[in-house]
Structure formats: C-alpha cells, structure tokens
C-alpha cells in the first residue's frame, strides 16, 4: 500500500513564525500535492511538484513556499505564518506524468495560527 | 478553466436507502472525474474515477458512478447505504484538454446515514 505520512498531526505556532510542514511518500511517485481544507470550501491546491525540484503554482499559492529536494519528500514552508493559514493541511502523491492516476492522501496536519 | 459544484452541503438518506451524492463539472476539453471519501479524523480516501469508456463506474465499498456527458454530471451513488458510510465525499476534475497538471475539487458533501 501506499504511504503518505506527514510530520505532525496537530501544530500550533505564534504569527510571524516560520513554519515547515514535512510529507514524504514511500511509493517512488513523481507528482506531490499539497493543499489546504476549510469548511464549506473543500480542497484548494496550494502548489504541486512533477519532479525533484520542480514546482507548479496551485490556486492560492500566497503566503507559502514549498521545496522539493528528493523524490519521496515534499516541504510546505509558511515564511511569516498568518491568522488566516490556520486550516487543515493535507499532502497527496499520484504515480506518472498523468493526473489520471489516482492521488494519495496523508492524514493531514491541522495548523493553529495564534 | 475548470470547475466542479456540488451542489448540496448535506444529504441525509436512512440506511437500508439507495444514495445520490450530486456533482458536476464545467471543463473545455474532455474530463477526468474522481471521487474521494474522507472518514472522520482521516484523510481522503480515492473511491473510483472516470478516464475513458463506459459511462458507468464502479469503485470501492460498493459505490458507483455515472458519468453524463450532456449533463456534466458525474453522480456518486450506492443501492443501499450503511451507517458506515457516513463520511464526506469530494468529487474532482481534470480537464483533458488544458496543461493544468492537478484535479480541482468540489466543496465536499456530507453524507449523514441513519440507522
């Protein structure tokens, strides 16, 4: 089976601090996601990864960065973290070049923002 | 661009009752359609998915889905829902045609099963 795990489960941080959140897969896939789900606005696509070191803008790519220097692992980094970064972070995986591949979910990390 | 409404927050259905949990998608191209679950506490689990072929499509759990091209619909639905189907359920799309490389998502609806 597929593994996607991430670092935290639970993570509370002050504003203005910098914030990493870890994803790694375990199944040598290509693609890597990372989105934020809010209530009542489903999953939105923050930025994805095709290959080490390559990166896509998502739909709400301010405020964050991302980094991508090995395969298996996928860094989300909140440089100043905001009251309004507070959500549910979740990291996927898919397999090749395609998105028709089903994505594969870790188990998320819910942020707190004071 | 491309886009995908489900249009209902919430669906109550008793268990033992046949499901629909609606969906659709505005693409330019051609679609690939996905549905997810997520159970609580959990992440999103892939259920089944549109590509190519037969318009109806069945997935895990005893779902199934029925895509509808004129309609651009893509409902989830299932015979008999069970109390352990109470979950929310996201449907996604691709746009065949674009260079967009990620799935857009829905709004999720929650499915509430009672016993």
């Known amino acids: 089976d597929v593994k996607v795990t991430q670092s935290s489960r639970y993570l509370v941080k002050r504003t203005g601090e910098k914030v990493f959140l870890e994803c790694v897969q375990d199944m040598d896939h290509e693609n890597m996601f990372w989105y934020r789900q809010d209530p009542g606005l489903g999953l939105r696509l923050i930025y994805f990864?095709?290959?080490?070191?390559?990166?896509e803008k998502g739909d709400i790519p301010e405020g964050y960065s991302v980094s991508r220097e090995k395969k298996e692992r996928f860094s989300l980094i909140l440089e100043s973290a905001s009251t309004n970064q507070t959500s549910m972070y979740l990291c996927a995986s898919s397999l090749g070049t395609g998105t028709y591949n089903e994505q594969f979910f870790g188990p998320g990390t819910r942020l707190t923002v004071l | 661009a491309q886009s995908v409404a489900q249009p209902e927050d919430q669906v109550n259905v008793a268990e033992g009752n046949p499901l629909t949990v609606k969906c659709t998608y505005s693409?330019?191209?051609?679609?690939?359609l996905f549905w997810y679950v997520q159970y609580p506490n959990r992440g999103l689990q892939f259920l089944l998915k549109?590509?190519?072929?037969?318009?109806l499509v069945k997935g895990s759990y005893g779902f199934e889905a029925e895509f509808n091209k004129s309609q651009t619909s893509f409902h989830l639905k299932k015979p008999s829902a069970l109390v352990s189907d109470s979950a929310l359920y996201f449907c996604a799309v691709r746009d065949m045609n674009t260079g967009r490389r990620a799935l857009t998502f829905g709004s999720g609806t929650r499915l509430q099963v009672q016993p």
């Open positions: 549109y590509i190519t072929g037969d318009n």
């Open positions: 693409v330019s191209g051609n679609p690939y």
């Open positions: 990864s095709y290959d080490v070191k390559m990166k």
